[in-house]
Nanobody, 118 residues
């Protein structure tokens, strides 16, 4: 189990950029994987991006080429860098952690709202 604190959600115009942050309560190199999900009103929560403890990354097709998931191990923080934002990116974004060795394996952040609108 790990506590996750998200920040950075905002209102941005189409084509703009935004950077979300997820600070973890423990060293992120001890966490098997971290990533981001998003959920729009009335929609299912969908996976967006993932980074493993060794730095490997994966992205959903809908965001590939526009989003990246960098990290700062010294700050126990992962980010979601969002570029070329579209209105369909509007959602609540959730940080996620897979702590494979914990009795409570999966942890979620509280969510942060991203709205893309002109």
């Amino acid at each position: 189990q790990v506590q996750l604190v998200e920040s950075g959600g905002d209102l941005v115009q189409p084509g703009g950029s935004l950077r979300l942050s997820c600070a973890a309560s423990r060293s992120i190199v001890t966490i098997n994987a971290m990533g981001w999900y998003r959920q729009a009103p009335g929609k299912q929560r969908e996976w967006v991006a993932r980074i493993t403890h060794d730095g490997s990354t994966n992205y959903a097709d809908s965001v590939k080429g526009r989003f990246t998931i960098p990290r700062d191990n010294a700050k126990n923080t992962v980010y979601l860098q969002m570029n070329s934002l579209k209105p369909e990116d509007t959602a609540v974004y959730y940080c996620h952690a897979d702590v494979a060795g914990s009795r409570i394996r999966y942890s979620w952040g509280q969510g942060t709202q991203v709205t893309v609108s002109s």
